[in-house]
């Protein structure tokens, strides 16, 4: 048997070395109840345990590596290049101030969110509390889009709390150490977050594809999807609070597997390439920071003063107003003022005067009690001005009524024969002669 | 085959290094290959730890120790990542065992043959990985063939410039 195994050897060994790392694998992956196998999403005690020696051997020199080039480059700053650093001061004091005028506006809105919602019986979630950490490494494969930052656990940080830039949203933790964390990128092929789309209000799930280019999967094909849309977090996958900046629509394609379905490969707004610091939101609770409140004070007292000084032109507007002349009538009582005289502010528009009127001209119709009208009745018509002197609010009744009521009214009376003129029509018309003009527009109202 | 054979007149050259040599450089590889990503970004197509498994086991000619060493550094690579332990580990003993086994058969002071080696074991690797992770565990794993014939282009380009360094590091008997 010797010879064998001296003859071998090399050959054993590698098979050797080949199961044992194939039972290794075999205990890490499990199958999933749709008969696909995953990796568990928590590493077991021992794969963990090797990861920690990995990282506990890689992050301290890479940590000094980071913080070398992080101490020459402060070097050069605070050193070597102070050129306009004065002007560049007073411009940055000007946009603080402006930014917290902003601010107190944004924080007004956010707590009537709040408020909203405690009505809604709904809790968004809203970063309220993050941790800046430096991207240090990564896993150096190019099939794993994870990279190391230099806080962990010591700092609060813990697994699935998101991470994001000021330009969008990177990854989430994945694992933590004491003095470091892996942070899974959105375009690692075993990521997920909720999106949506910004105009098309589609939502989807995000993930990295073979190239590392984040990607919506398992949507349906839609013509509306556009280059260039913004694509948000949606706020369900309890990771990312909603409405932080994804990345834009790059381009849109067909599934390979399912022609009815599309992937829309997505431009991230964050550099994931080029990561130096990021932002871990380690509290999303619906409460304000110390700082927030201090800024808050500031930008409120920023506001007192400004309305202070719209105040006092507002005041000195009304003195310019009363020294100019106007439309104020001394004579008049304010409630008749020309300026402030609303009453009637769309006058009725009356029809004219009737230039014959007759029997059927309004408020000239006889009174059916009194019996066919006696010529007498002009001065009885023209003692009683409320019959004459107010057709205007007779004549919406009586001016489609009259033609027809009127035979009623006047059982004994003869009808005028057609095309000639009553002898009733020159009486009723002289009292008329006598009254005053009217307006035809109504202008005594 | 002048170029491809060992001379036979004479004793294939087995080189020594230095017990701090074997130490530092595969460390040095796995600390750059995890933080060079950070200065290259999407242009990382290079796998530091592979080359230096080459350069070890072509030059020690011993199949044992490239195939310790290419466990060593894949198993370290693995759990830099978040994959499952043994992927890269298996590609890369693999790698390690069969350098070792051709730099026994051929002249491996010839820098054309190191580069090709290189470029061949880099594709050999990458391919591993894929059908570990495809085929033997069944996992959803998308790969491209730019990505990977890149990764051997950008091997073989670094073990242009890093064969010479690391010649310098030999102790010869």
Known sequence: MEPFFLRYRNLLVLLALLLAQIIGLAVQVRRTGDGRSSLDAGDSAGVRLVRLWANALVSPPEK???????????????????????????????????????????????????????????????????????????????????????????????????????????????????????????????????????????????????????????????????????????????????????????????????????????????????????????????????????????????????????????????????????????????????????????????????????????????????????????????????????????????APGGPHTAPASQPASKPAPPGKPTTAAPRNNQPQKNQPPKNPQGGNN | MPLLAADTRREPQTRRYPMLAYALVPLAALILQAWLPQLTGRYSWFDLPLVVTVYFALDRRSPIQGTFMGAAMGLFEDALSHHAIGVNGVAKTVAGFLAASVGVRVDVENHTIRLALNFLLSLVSSSLVVFVSRFLLGLDYEWSWFTVLFTALGNSLIALVLFPLLDRLAVRD
């Open chain 1, 64 to 398: 000094l590596i980071h913080a070398f080039g992080l101490g020459a480059e402060h070097l050069w700053q605070n050193y070597l290049d102070l050129r306009d650093v004065r002007s560049q001061n007073q411009e940055l004091q000007k946009t603080i101030d402006r930014l917290r005028l902003e601010q107190a506006a944004l924080l007004e809105d956010a707590k009537q969110g709040e408020r909203l919602q405690a009505l809604d019986s709904f809790q968004e979630k809203y970063i309220y509390k993050t941790v800046a950490a430096q991207a240090i490494g990564s896993s150096g494969s190019e099939q794993s889009h994870v990279f190391y930052i230099d806080k962990g656990s010591a700092d609060g940080l813990d697994r699935d709390m998101a991470v994001i830039t000021a330009d969008g949203i990177v990854g989430k933790i994945r694992d933590v150490f004491p003095r470091s964390a892996q942070v899974l990128a959105i375009n690692d092929q075993s990521s997920g977050a909720g999106v949506i789309l910004e105009t098309t209000r589609i939502r989807g799930i995000l993930r990295g594809n073979a190239n590392g280019q984040p990607q919506i999967v398992d949507i349906l094909a839609d013509k509306r999807i556009q280059k260039g849309e913004v694509v948000l977090t949606a706020g369900g996958d309890q990771i990312f609070p909603r409405g932080l900046p994804v990345g834009v629509v790059d381009r849109v394609v067909t599934d390979p597997e399912r022609d009815s379905f599309i992937d829309v490969l997505i431009t991230p707004a964050a550099h994931l390439d080029r990561l130096d610091e990021v932002l871990v939101i380690t509290s999303t609770q619906p409460r304000f920071s110390p700082q927030d409140q201090q800024d808050m004070a500031a930008s409120e007292a920023l506001k007192g003063d400004e309305a202070a000084a719209i105040k006092e032109q507002k005041k000195a507007s009304e003195v310019m107003a009363e020294r100019l002349p106007g439309l104020i009538d001394p004579n008049l009582p304010p409630d008749q003022q020309p300026l402030h005289d609303s009453s009637n502010p769309v006058p009725v528009a009356h029809p004219p005067q009737a230039l014959h009127p007759d029997r059927f001209t309004p408020g000239n119709a006889p009174d059916p009690a009194a019996g066919e009208v006696p010529p007498a009745a002009p001065d009885a018509a023209q003692a009683n001005p409320s019959s004459g002197s107010q057709p205007g609010r007779q004549e919406p009744a009586a």
